[in-house]
């Protein structure tokens, strides 16, 4: 594991990176691509008879994903406003469905989650690494999954990261303390080495990532690089120690792995059995 100074102070401006996604680039396809990216990782043709605690939702896309795909009750929450403002939007355009709540709320604040109880599917895209205490975060949210329920997270994984954890860093760290026209000048420092490796001729490719990034998750490349080069606080995970470290404090099994460009995602299942009704 590699870790960052774990300073909150200086967070990044997430909320604010997710609204202009969604002002700009919501759209029906989006919204779709996230729903069949979410039931096809669980392996899951819908999401009746479950419910959806999604943990740092952003924009909010993939918790109305789980409304479209059925989810019975759905609580999303986030840190930043912003972030909680535009996931409303989002419920405001599902209709305002009574099932799905929307909230501001620590994943760090565990009298916050206790109240909240225990949840058939616990998802954290890309959020627990983003709390300035990374281990504490997963086992908050490890906690709130119930008894043979799922757990859906993806982390910045440390097994794939290139030059290195601490090369990101320092260039967040630098993004972090610039004003807009340097982040705009890094962004394209950002696409031009790494996506373009310094060679004009693979832009038909950079056109393919940018087509792909949409595919994906339905998610927009830019607000991704923003995302990237900005997401402060920010820690890395070892893959096999997120496994060993699940397995061991609270016995979920691991039930596929996904390992990306820099998020690793991790399905696990709670292997504690549900308790019967003793009536
Ligand atoms: C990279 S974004 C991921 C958003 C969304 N899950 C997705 O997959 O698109 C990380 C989100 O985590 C939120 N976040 C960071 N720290 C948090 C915390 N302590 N509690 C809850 N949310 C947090 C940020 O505000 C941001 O919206």
């Given at each position: 594991m590699t870790s960052a100074d774990?300073?909150?102070?200086?967070?990044?401006?997430f909320g604010a990176n997710w609204a202009s996604f969604i002002d700009r680039h919501y759209s029906i396809e989006r919204r779709r691509v996230a729903g069949d990216k979410l039931l096809s990782f669980l392996g899951?043709?819908?999401?009746?008879?479950m419910d959806f605690l999604d943990i740092g939702?952003?924009?909010?896309l993939h918790s109305l994903a789980a409304f479209d795909a059925k989810a019975e009750r759905i609580h999303s929450f986030d840190f930043d406003p912003l972030s909680v403002r535009t996931t409303g939007k989002l419920r405001h355009l599902a209709g305002?469905?009574?099932?799905w709540t929307v909230e501001r709320g620590d994943v760090l604040d565990v009298d916050y989650l206790e109240k909240l109880g225990t949840w058939s599917l616990v998802y954290s895209w890309g959020?627990?690494?983003?709390?300035?205490?990374m281990w504490q975060a997963i086992e908050n949210a490890a906690h709130?999954?119930?008894?043979g329920g799922l757990f859906f997270i993806a982390l910045y994984s440390s097994n794939v990261v290139k030059p290195s954890a601490q090369f990101w860093l320092d260039v967040k760290r630098r993004y972090n303390a610039a004003g807009p026209s340097k982040r705009r000048w890094m962004e394209y420092w950002y696409i031009w080495r790494f996506r373009l490796g310094r060679n004009p001729f693979r832009l038909p490719s950079l056109v393919k990532q940018v087509y792909e990034k949409k595919k994906g998750r339905g998610m927009s490349y830019m607000t991704d690089v923003r995302d990237w080069l900005g997401g402060w606080p920010m820690e890395f995970a070892e893959d096999q120690a997120v496994v060993d470290f699940l397995k061991e404090r609270f016995d979920f099994e691991l039930v596929r792995m996904s390992t990306g460009e820099a998020c690793t995602e991790f399905l696990f299942r709670n292997a504690n059995k549900p308790q019967s009704n003793p009536n």
């Open positions: 774990n300073s909150a102070s200086n967070r990044y401006e899951k043709e819908s999401l009746e008879g939702s952003g924009s909010g305002e469905p009574p099932n959020v627990l690494h983003h709390t300035g205490a709130r999954v119930a008894p």
